[in-house]
């Protein structure tokens, strides 16, 4: 007879986090097999490093497994863990006192602006970006948040979150429009 | 969506397939993080369970005799009436503890004379 945890992978995700909020670490495994490229992505969208990425997922992903208990809707887990995702995202801001310096837009205008032309794909051009913008960036475009959503979960002022979509989507434009000119170039070449 | 004015080609590129990333060391990495955890917080509860014991085992006698003196001097008589049953009728309000209960009564109506406070006390 197979053994009930070879039925997980065919469950419904709710089923199976009814199951891991009682207890059952296979059912959790399960989740976070599921989970697992979508948070990674994510963080590695967020922090332009893969391992830190890693690092901060897999701490998401503990802090999940030690709170499950006191999620109420298993039908909110996908939620309930992005927002542990940014929250772990923005303490390791707060602990780096990246997100202070971050917030000095200008410096950046400048800083980028002092070297232009260079090859980018997506996640280059989102490194470039200060933290805070790109978390705002990454938000509203892959994850399809809007700006009061991104606002609400961030803790960011909505004019702040305006700003720096806004601001962020203009200095990513740039970049990749750079890139898509670098390429065609070399297609032309070759 | 679009009140929130995204541009269409860099919307593009975030929706393209994300990357398929191998899970099978990740999940193995998370799981012994949770089996970890675990093992450490059995050790931390039993760690405290020894200190707690232990502190009971050390404490207990010392403990037992300041009740028995906390009692002691509670009970103790202000007048001397002897050890018959008029002592025992009087002992609510011929005792310490009673005088204690007395001077907190007469305190709080005090208290709330000059101040009109009724949360104190």
Redesign the interface.
């Known amino acids: 007879m197979p053994d009930a945890h070879s039925y997980y992978p065919d469950c419904p995700e709710e089923l199976i986090v009814g199951l891991a909020r009682t207890g059952d ?1 296979k059912a ?2 399960e989740l ?2 599921r989970r ?3 948070l ?2 994510l963080m ?1 969208r967020l922090c332009s490093d893969v391992t830190l990425a ?1 690092d901060l ?2 701490q998401v ?2 802090k999940a ?2 709170k499950i208990r006191m999620l109420k809707q298993p039908r909110a887990f996908g939620a309930w863990l992005k927002r542990m995702a940014i929250n772990a995202w923005l303490h390791y801001l707060r602990k780096n006192d990246a997100l202070r310096k971050a917030d000095e837009l200008e410096d950046f205008d400048h800083a980028q602006h002092e070297a232009p032309g260079l090859g980018m794909d ?1 996640d280059d051009a989102l490194a470039v970006l200060p933290p805070s913008v790109r978390l705002c960036v ?1 938000l ?3 994850e ?1 948040m ?2 009061g959503e991104v606002s609400k979960m961030t803790g960011i002022p909505l004019g702040t979150v305006k700003s720096h ?2 601001r962020g ?1 203009q200095r ?2 740039e970049l ?1 429009a750079a890139y898509a000119d670098q390429v065609a170039r070399r297609n032309h070449d070759g | ?1 679009m ?5 269409p ?3 593009e ?2 929706t393209e397939p ?4 191998a ?1 099978d060391a ?2 193995d ?3 012994f ?2 089996r970890r ?1 675990i093992h450490w917080l059995l050790a931390s509860l039993a760690v405290l369970a020894i200190v707690l014991v232990f502190s009971l085992w050390l404490m207990s006698a010392p403990a037992l005799q300041f009740i028995n003196l906390l009692t002691e001097a509670l009970t103790t008589q202000l007048f001397d009436v002897g050890d018959g049953w008029m002592a025992w009728i009087l002992l609510p309000v011929n005792s310490v503890a009673g005088l204690l209960v007395i001077v907190a009564k007469i305190a709080r109506m005090t208290w709330k004379r000059i101040f009109g406070l009724h949360t104190l006390f």
């Not at chain 2, 009140?3 to 541009?7: G, K, L, Q, S």
């Open positions: 670490r959790f495994e976070v097999r697992q490229a979508w990674r992505n590695r890693d997922a897999q992903f503990l497994w030690l997506l990454v509203s475009y892959q399809g809007s700006h979509i806004r989507s990513l434009q990749l | 969506m009140a929130d004015d995204r541009d080609i860099l919307q590129l975030f994300a990357q398929e990333l899970g990740f999940v990495g998370v799981m993080r949770t955890r």
